[in-house]
């Protein structure tokens, strides 16, 4: 049978069903079909993969030992973004990368990807000089802006006063400068699930994403690989999937994978950076900041995210469980310390603090280098055997890596040879199937019999959540105005916001609703998680059929985990 070809599948239409009540059909096609590449890893590179396979007809098998975006994909800064500070590093073609490709996500992917406005500001005397400022932010308009149709703004310098005006809260005593650029804010999760999700589409049905199930070993014959043997975490199955091809995508995983599977690569030298999450209001930033700690002058972010403000990363080695980094009293009080100097009137404490969340960078090792000028390069690794490695990048840079290592299976004869189109770098450079401006979306709203099924604020946060899936939870919530109305007052979430997930975003655990297919986790108070995950997994027990015993389960479970997020209950710097 003729495969089809990549631009031959449609990206308009109804989402495929994928529910966790699906699980079982998943499982029986993972077992008996033969897939053209099986992907290890479920977050943000590995979801890549499987749109640049799909988007030329081959089918894949992703599957994650915990959720999809459990790692890095679900713990970063939620930037889209070129990389400042890599500038410094000499990292040209990195930023340049880096900037085209946040250009097109915010064309492509226009309600989640969201510019953001940046102030770097310029001091005297300080490694933040006015010609640094200014340098900078010329190489980053010239490596982001030129030769391509995808841009965003170009920067401003600004006074002062200029500045004052724009954030009055933010300190200028000794600011000579500071110039005004353009990122763009992103859910890092959803992004991951919203590109796994048009992968499936693309290939309509004929691939399978499962999280909770762990690669154990290779299938080898005549020392290339045959197949992958997985065990099902869920149910404690084991069965085998078959593919000529098999990507390691795992992340900060890369060597325990390597290890289990027997196979060498790259080393990982995974760092750690926190953020802590603040209501805006007590904060005051309107845009986003970088920021250089006065503890040891690194640099880190203050962003403007709706409601909060989102302060972080720390950068340094980390040497714990990789499945479960916390941010600790220690690392609140690096972060904490410069924001309140910077931001004079705020006086943050750690009562202030919403929630906190911890991620594990996956560096590729290099010997002698500080944890925060690791390159962010990526490497792949391919020991001749069809077991290939991708370690290290970015997410802003998904795509282009996804397509370096498609390109490089296909060149050794694991996938397919790429035909015509197909071997462009910017072949998938395409609208994504939810992507939609608010203006397009409130434009469809009357005709579509919406108008009015909600309010603004509500309609504003599924359109940036779902895009054109926002039309299918403002049709039950016309159906059923019940449905519509918040679990908490003053935040959107709803239960047919949450009805929608289960139907087609796979959650099969509460912990994977409140921290991966929304940001409740982040955005709520850590005072009000025990209301709001009562009230979710009591809709989650009804669509699934859950018994009393596991509702209780899933929630204590969740709560656990919120519980040691929470600074001030914390008996030490840990």
């Known amino acids: 049978m003729t495969r089809q070809r990549g631009e031959d599948f449609h990206v308009e239409g109804k989402s495929l069903s994928w529910s966790a009540l699906d699980r079982p059909g998943a499982l029986e096609q993972a077992r008996t079909r033969d897939f053209d590449l099986v992907i290890i890893g479920g977050g943000i590179t590995g ?45 040209w073609t990195l ?64 006074t002062p006063a200029q500045l004052g005006e724009v954030e009055p809260r933010m300190r200028t005593d000794g600011m000579v400068l500071a110039g005004r650029y353009y990122d763009a804010n992103v859910d890092d999760a959803r992004l991951t699930l919203e590109v796994i999700k048009e992968a499936r589409d693309l290939t309509g049905g004929r691939s399978v994403a499962l999280n909770y199930v762990e690669a154990e070993r290779l299938i080898m014959e005549g020392g290339k690989v045959k197949g992958v043997v997985l065990r099902d975490h869920l149910e404690g199955s084991t069965f085998i999937a078959q593919g000529r091809c098999v990507v390691n995508a795992t992340g900060i995983w890369t060597g325990e994978t390597l290890e289990k599977v027997g196979a060498g690569g790259p080393s990982i030298r995974p760092t750690k950076g926190v953020h802590l999450a603040i209501p805006n209001e007590r904060l005051g930033n309107r845009d986003a900041f970088i920021l250089r700690s006065l503890d040891d002058g690194r640099n880190f972010f203050v962003l403007r995210r709706g409601g909060i403000s989102l302060i972080g990363t720390t950068d340094t080695d980390y040497h714990g469980s990789l499945d479960s980094p916390f941010c600790t009293r220690e690392d609140a009080d690096y972060l904490l310390r410069t924001v309140n100097i910077k931001f004079p009137d705020a006086h943050i404490t750690y009562k202030d603090i919403l929630s906190t969340y911890a991620g594990i960078r996956p560096l590729v090792k290099e010997e002698g280098v500080e944890a925060s000028a690791v390159s962010r390069r990526h490497v792949i690794k391919d020991p001749g055997t069809g077991f290939v490695t991708i370690a290290g990048g970015k997410l802003t840079t998904f795509r282009i890596m996804a397509w370096e290592l498609l390109t490089l299976c296909s060149r050794r004869g694991y996938l397919r040879p790429l035909r015509g189109a197909e071997k462009r770098r910017h072949f998938s450079r395409r609208p994504f199937k939810a992507g939609i401006t608010w203006e397009a979306f409130a434009a469809a709203l009357p005709g579509l019999g919406l108008a009015g099924a909600a309010p603004e604020a509500l309609q504003r946060h599924l359109h940036q959540q779902y895009g054109h899936g926002a039309f299918a939870i403002l049709a039950e919530i016309k159906a059923d105005p019940a449905s519509g109305r918040p679990f908490l007052e003053g935040h959107p979430y709803c239960p047919a916001e949450v009805r929608h997930i289960l139907a087609f975003e796979n959650a099969p655990t509460l ?17 009000q998680q025990a209301e709001l995950a009562g009230k979710v997994a009591a809709v989650m027990g009804t669509f699934y059929g859950w018994d009393e015993r596991r509702t209780a389960l899933e929630t204590s479970r969740y709560l656990d985990y919120i519980g040691k997020t929470i600074i001030f209950g914390q008996e030490s710097h840990g």
């Not at 988007?55 to 970063?76: C, H, P, Q, W």
């Not at 609703?513 to 850590?526: A, D, I, K, N, Y």
Request: proline content about 3%; charged content about 25%.
């Open 47 to 91: 979801a890549g993969v499987a749109r640049e396979a799909a988007m030329r007809g081959m089918s894949f098998l992703l599957v994650d030992k915990e959720d999809f975006a459990f790692g890095t994909s679900s713990r970063s800064s939620k930037l889209v973004h070129g990389g400042m500070r890599y500038l410094a590093q000499h990292e």
């Open 95 to 158: 930023v340049r990368e880096s900037t085209t490709e946040r250009n097109w996500l915010c064309s492509a992917f226009p309600n989640l990807v969201r510019p953001l406005a940046f102030n770097y500001c310029a001091y005297l005397g300080s490694k933040d000089s006015p010609r640094t400022v200014k340098t900078a932010l010329f190489l980053y308009d010239l490596l982001g802006n030129t030769f391509t149709r995808f841009k965003l703004p170009r920067h401003r310098i600004l």
């Open 511 to 527: 912990m994977d609703l409140m921290m991966r297919r929304t940001e409740m986790q982040l955005m709520v108070s850590h005072l």
